[in-house]
């Protein structure tokens, strides 16, 4: 039987999870926003990497014909969103449920108006997303159920009326924490099964699409090639997926890491420190490196490494959130726009403000300020960005400075505008040196845990 | 699990309450007070003249292990102490304008003589300037004791304090003491003094044993206490030292750990040198943070801030000023930065380390100034893991458990791993 090796990063934003095979290859990811109650988030995790799991070795079976005919590449993918929008589709038909219920034992005189607005968003929304986890890819842009529902749940209720706003907007918050700590449990084969169908829905729509007439994007070789092909596919994976359904996924061992470690249910030899994580999982994909940035929502860390992957030293942000992650929450929540946006319009910066605020709560204070101004606010996201920035390099110097190397990490190495300051400083500063970043930059604790995992099994077995 | 009580304990105890009785009747026994600092005390001079000590940091800390510390601070504050000051001055500001009640209870009798002997603590100077703004009646005895820049102390830096001794300090002494300076007196106090010190100087080489009988830092602070509070020079401290130190010899011969709150450690897991002083408004938390982990700390900076012995410096009673000259310059945070990481590098190596920590204090600038720099320079000379934490003295604000906790638990798994990792290659 094989042996694979999980790794949680529970982290203050995000809980990851990671499987490794025996060779440290990573077969399966997963990630969830972070709640109240952390076995929930690190279950939901754990679940998710396995599903990935099995989309791996089920890749991997048909992997020559993955190669070499584009239909099941896209096949492929296109069954992963799908079968993620399995999965949030059931979540969902249990907030709804626990919406009306909510909104049931309102006290307001029109309760019953209420009710009937909250059905026709969700019959309105209901569609929309799911129309963008079929035809939209949805499922491979990382976002978490309460920000898909809630994006366009509040969208529709600003639609809808200023006596409905406070009532539906109460309903949710009131219904959306419980159902999101609450475990549900799906079968791999059954939404398999679910996503195929909905897949050919959508190949077989296709066609009828385009005997319309209509002008679709889709029109490209992949696209092409499945639609008229996914029967095959369809046929192949059937031999194959029941078989991948059934196969025990075998963990022989988890390490638990990250911001909420000690609360997870494991045992305390499988509890490790996020800073030994973090390093080893970027030395595992990286080997030269030797510095580690690692910018997390609690907290922000600066590592160095030997060349074996174990940390030499580190320094830590300590007493304020400014220059974390959290500081970019705070943010968005000041601008009243998502976290996913902040990058990118600072990158659309002509210029960056100065920031000069160490503390969190009094750039809100400064950013204020410089919107009573008149300042641009890309200019302003800019500045904050390249504030965040500096703290991070002020710990780099602290732990050692950049020695060879360095490996970028962590939730906020996905933000560009992060990204573009960390290669500009660490240039200035450092010279020209290799910075990696990986796809994968999120998963790198998770990845470490795992491999903290498989070798403390093999130090305890008989050689 | 009940502390375990060694003669040496009890004679510690003895000491110290008979020091605070005195101190207590000064006003009726008509004896002289003299408030000073430990860094560089003149511990001697003080006992020729018939001095009784009082030392404010002394009493700040243990205020703070009393936990009265936060009160006084807030005390201090009010009257226009900002929030970076350090916390000793602080707490010990405080403490004066809440009636100056000691941490025994005991009142404390107003200061005769104020007489700062280690002037590379700037705050300590200002410290003194404010508590002669509240006792103007006080004699003030400042000597400027010059820096070892050079990694050094020269004839001439002695000569230079010598003159401070013979024509400042030694002159107003008399005067507000009414007695004569006495040199035989003096030298009787230093052929004393050298002897405790030797006894401590084998003392802390006792954790050169593997498993070390003491922890060098957390049961340090204790052992340096008689010494540095105005007792180095006296038979008692002699007594002392012996004692403790043929405690320890027998916890050697019995292969025995160190002793902690809660007992005896049972097994030595990593074995650190420690850089800067403790928090005392923790102290039992953060020590436990420690030998839960099996960390048993064999060296510390903080135990050598009443005077290095590591590198056979004693006291001499044939060159009496000369010597007490010396003492000033020699404390360790008047050495310069090459010097300290020598001396750290020296206790690593010789002592057997496994890890260097630095515990950095906000508002101590005597201790932190050079303090990352040392452990790059360590870190990169011995390639030995390091880790940094940060609190404070005696302001339970600046320590963040869970904070400590986070980095300390992350450097000891640096080490687990390191010794997994060592222990493979050589098989």
Redesign the interface.
């Known amino acids: 039987m094989n042996k694979y090796y999980l790794g949680i990063d529970l982290g203050s934003t995000t809980s990851k999870a990671v499987i490794i095979d025996e060779n440290d290859q990573i077969i399966g990811r997963g990630i969830t926003n972070t709640r109240a109650n952390y076995k929930v988030a690190a279950d939901i995790a754990r679940e998710e990497a396995i599903y990935d799991a099995r989309f791996t070795l089920l890749s991997n079976i048909i992997k020559t014909d993955m190669e070499a005919k584009p239909e099941f590449k896209k096949y492929m993918e296109d069954i992963r969103t799908v079968f993620q929008y399995q999965q949030f589709k059931r979540r969902m038909e249990i907030l709804e449920e626990k919406l009306v219920k909510t909104s049931e034992a309102f006290p307001y005189p029109n309760k019953n108006e209420i009710i009937d607005r909250l059905k026709s968003i969700l019959n309105v929304i209901r569609p929309q997303i799911r129309h963008e986890f079929v035809h939209g890819g949805l499922g491979s842009k990382n976002q978490f159920f309460r920000d898909i529902v809630s994006e366009r749940y509040n969208l529709e209720v600003a639609k809808a009326g200023k006596e409905f706003y406070e009532p539906l907007m109460l309903a949710f918050d009131k219904s959306i924490t419980p159902v999101e700590n609450e475990m549900v449990q799906y079968n791999f084969k059954e939404l398999i099964l679910e996503s195929m169908k909905v897949l050919e829905e959508k190949y077989k729509g296709l066609a009828d699409e385009q005997e319309d007439g209509s002008k679709e994007d889709w029109y490209y070789a992949e696209l092409n090639a499945v639609r008229n092909n996914y029967k095959n596919v369809e046929l192949s994976l059937r031999e194959h997926f029941e078989l991948v359904a059934e196969q025990e996924i075998h963990i022989a061992n988890m390490v638990g890491t990250g911001y909420g470690r000690a609360l997870l249910p494991f045992p305390e030899e499988c509890i490790?420190?996020?800073?030994?994580c973090h390093a080893f999982g970027a030395h595992a994909v990286f080997p030269n490196t030797r510095t580690v940035l690692d910018i997390g929502g609690q907290d922000t860390k600066a590592i160095q490494v030997d060349s074996?992957g174990?940390?030499?030293?580190?320094?830590?942000n300590?007493?304020c959130a400014a220059g974390c992650g959290r500081y970019l929450g705070y943010i968005a929540d000041e601008f009243g726009i998502s976290l996913n946006e902040l990058g990118p319009e600072a990158m659309s910066a002509t210029k960056e403000t100065t920031i000069c605020s160490t503390c969190t709560v009094f750039a809100g204070a400064e950013v204020k300020e410089l919107i009573h101004n008149g300042e641009e606010r890309p200019n302003i996201l800019a500045g904050l960005h390249k504030a965040i920035v500096q703290r991070a390099m002020s710990l780099i110097a602290?732990s050692?400075g950049v020695k060879n190397e360095f490996t970028f990490t962590g939730g906020v190495a996905r933000n560009q505008a992060v990204l573009k300051y960390v290669k500009q400083m660490v240039t200035e500063s450092y010279g020209e040196v290799t910075m990696n970043i990986h796809t994968d930059s999120i998963f790198m604790g998770a990845l470490g845990g795992a491999m903290f995992a498989r070798r403390n099994v093999t130090?305890a077995l008989p050689a | 699990m009940e502390a375990q009580k060694e003669r040496s304990m009890i004679l510690q105890k003895e000491m110290v309450s008979g020091l605070f009785n005195e101190l207590g009747r000064a006003k009726e026994t008509g004896r002289k007070v003299c408030y000073t600092f430990v860094p560089g005390n003149l511990s001697e001079l003080i006992r020729t003249f018939d001095l009784l000590p009082v030392y404010p940091e002394i009493n700040a800390l243990q205020s703070a292990m009393r936990k009265k510390s936060a009160g006084y601070i807030k005390e201090a504050e009010k009257n226009a102490h900002s929030e970076d000051v350090c916390t000793y001055v602080k707490c010990d500001v405080g403490m004066m304008m809440k009636g100056n009640f000691g941490p025994t209870g005991e009142k404390i009798p107003e200061p005769d003589i104020l007489l700062l002997s280690y002037t590379g603590c700037f705050t300590f100077l200002k410290w003194f300037e404010t508590l002669k703004r509240l006792y103007p009646n006080a004699e003030v005895i400042m000597i400027h004791t010059p820096y070892q820049e050079a990694g050094k102390m020269t004839p001439e830096m002695t000569q230079y304090m010598v003159r401070q001794f013979r024509e400042e300090v030694i002159p107003k002494m008399e005067k507000v003491t009414g007695i004569k300076y006495d040199e035989e007196k003096l030298k009787y106090h230093l052929n004393l003094a050298k002897e405790a010190q030797d006894w401590i100087a084998k003392i802390f080489e006792t954790t050169k044993h593997k498993p070390s009988p003491i922890d060098a830092y957390f049961a340090g602070v204790y052992y340096i206490g008689p010494i540095n509070i105005g007792f180095r020079g006296t038979p008692e401290a002699v007594e002392y030292y012996k004692a403790l130190y043929e405690e320890i010899m027998e916890r050697v011969r019995l292969g025995l750990g160190p002793i902690t709150p809660e007992g005896e450690m049972k097994e030595e897991k990593y074995r650190l040198v420690v850089e800067g002083p403790p928090n005392w408004t923790s102290f039992r938390e953060f020590w436990k943070l420690f030998y839960d982990m099996g960390a048993v700390i064999v060296a510390s900076s903080y135990t050598k801030v009443g005077g290095v012995y590591d590198l056979g410096w004693r006291h001499d009673s044939t060159r009496p000023l000369e010597s007490l000259s010396e003492y000033c310059m020699n404390c360790y945070t008047n050495l310069n930065i090459p010097q300290r990481i020598d001396l750290l590098s020296k206790c690593i190596t010789e002592y057997s380390a496994d890890g260097y920590v630095t515990n950095s204090i906000k508002s101590c600038n005597s201790f932190s100034a050079g303090q990352?720099g040392m452990?790059?320079e360590i870190?990169d000379r011995l390639?030995i893991?390091?880790?940094?934490i940060?609190s404070d003295l005696v302001d339970p604000r600046y320590f963040?458990y869970s904070?400590i906790k986070?980095?300390l638990?992350?450097f000891f798994?640096?080490l687990e791993?390191?010794k997994?990792?060592v222990k493979t290659e050589t098989v």
Not at chain 1, 272 to 276: A, G, N, Q, R
Not at chain 2, 385 to 388: A, L, N, R
Request: proline share 2%.
């Open positions: 490790k420190s996020e800073i030994l074996h174990l940390v030499t030293s580190f320094h830590m300590d007493r602290r050692g130090a | 990352l452990m790059r870190e390639e893991p390091v880790g940094f940060e963040s904070n986070n980095r638990e992350s798994q640096m791993q390191r997994k990792i």
